[in-house]
């Protein structure tokens, strides 16, 4: 489903991402995990259009979308749902649903999927939790019915009620067969949800492999997972 080959980014003199290469075949979740500032949220922006790499490419499908525009590689089947969620909340739930994709997926379709905004499809989406605003911008990214969904930080902010539901949704996301590439600061839990994973320091992939093997790496669980709770 994705190709990355030898990515870089760069945002003026300083280097984000330095030649890193994935794949993720579809059906899979792949999680990308590191630190802060690593560059995770870089290669995302990169597949989505957001950003131009400076070097490498980017392949969906097969189709070259290295430095496409972003709302072409949208057009193509990609979906960013991103940090910070960036819903618009001086309209309602449905004017946001509206706006993402007026005709592609239905909204009963959706408020299968989130029963919770389908209760609040009227309420401005300024007065939404922040579990009910994680679920409105992944039910905006859902919308087009996209082939790879990406997930950037799903989990910031949310109480752990919220935390498992999001990851349950997730799952179930992928038993459907959508291709799901994820970012995550609870590096244990996008380990036990995800088919791979690759670790990222310094903006270069420092380690790759299942992500069932990884999230029993010791150098894994030196670096990330020592203060980390179980969900």
Known sequence: MLEIRQLSVRYGGVSAVRQASLDIAAGEIVALVGANGAGKSSIMKAVSGLVQPSAGSIRLAGEEIAGMASHR????????????????????VADNLR?????RRSFDDLFQLFPRLAE???????????????????????????????LDEPSLGLSPLL????????????EQGLTILLVEQN??????????????????ISLEGR?????????IS??????????
């Open 120 to 150: 609040r499809s009227d309420r401005l989406a300024a007065g939404l939790s922040g579990g009910e605003a994680q679920m409105l911008a992944i039910a905006r990214a859902l919308a087009r019915g996209p082939k790879l969904l990406l």
């Open 99 to 103: 706006l993402a994709a007026p005709r």
């Open 163 to 174: 935390f498992r539901e999001i990851f349950h949704l997730i799952h179930s996301l992928r």
């Open 211 to 219: 992500a069932a093997d990884l999230l029993h790496d010791e150098r």
């Open 222 to 231: 030196d670096a990330y997972l020592g203060l980390q709770r179980e969900e």
């Open 187 to 204: 590096v244990r839990q996008a380990l036990k949800i995800a088919d791979r994973a690759y670790v990222l320091a310094g903006g270069t």
């Open 73 to 92: 590689v949208m057009a193509r089947g990609v979906a960013l749902c991103p940090e910070g969620r960036m819903i618009l909340g001086t309209l309602s």
